[in-house]
């Protein structure tokens, strides 16, 4: 069962346009939110992260929707650059003490120059 | 301050046999998680270790397996492997607090011929 719906599965933006991601997750018990860059041939790194309690985040170019009522959240990468071209995940962690990461299916982000 | 460290970075195995991972988590994080990237699967929930103790475990089969010693590194065990366990097997560790960044290893590449 895939509780983390992820999409577009590939995106291709020229250089200074908007990248946008969009998840979404079923399980009510996910209280923390976590995007990942992964480039080829390293572990994924921590992009930005979100909790339920705030609809907006924004870090530099990165900023994270979230939609609480909807269970959606999405990434937005503006003036995307060539180096943002990596795979992204999102992700989603349970309330508890547990860190067990559920993961949506990635997005493959190519930024032409 | 060193990141995570995985090793070996790469191995090549034959069906049926056995193989240890090892991971050692980046200094003061006593919670090192295990997960396996597929193309055809994505991110998945292996296992969760915290001060020895396997804390979650996710839906993978009795030949996984893990340990974590008291300085806080891990290894993981694959046994009788099947052609489906090639894989690149990333490791995570984090302080203990739950909303504290899980910082990924650059994982071990997995091949089972």
């Known amino acids: 069962q895939q509780q983390v719906k992820q999409s577009p599965q590939s995106l291709i933006v020229q250089k200074g346009g908007i990248s946008i991601i969009n998840c979404a997750y079923e399980?009510?018990?996910?209280?923390?939110f976590p995007w990942y860059q992964q480039f080829p041939g390293k572990g994924p790194a921590l992009l930005i992260a979100i909790r339920p309690d705030v609809s907006e985040k924004k870090e530099g170019r990165f900023t994270i929707s979230f939609n609480k009522s909807a269970k959606q959240f999405s990434l937005h990468i503006m003036d995307s650059q060539p180096g943002d071209s990596a795979t992204y995940f999102c992700?989603?962690?349970?309330?508890?003490?547990?860190?067990?990461?559920?993961f949506g299916s990635g997005t493959q982000l190519t930024v032409l120059p | 301050k060193a990141g995570v460290t995985q090793t070996p970075r790469y191995l090549i195995k034959t069906r049926g046999q056995q193989v240890t991972l090892s991971c050692s988590p980046i200094s003061g994080h006593r919670s090192v998680s295990w997960y396996q990237q597929t193309p055809g699967q994505g991110l998945q929930f292996l296992f969760e270790y915290f001060s020895e103790t396997q804390r979650n475990k996710g839906n993978f089969p009795g030949r996984f397996s893990g340990r974590q010693f008291s300085n806080s590194r891990s290894e993981m065990n694959v046994s009788t492997l099947e052609l489906g366990d090639s894989a690149l097997y990333l490791c995570?560790?984090?302080?203990?607090?739950?909303?504290?960044?899980?910082?990924f290893g650059p994982g071990t590449r997995l091949t089972v011929l």
């Open positions: 995570a560790s984090s302080l203990e607090y739950h909303y504290n960044e899980q910082f």
């Open positions: 399980n009510t018990a996910f209280d923390y």
């Open positions: 992700a989603a962690l349970p309330s508890g003490s547990a860190r067990q990461l559920t």
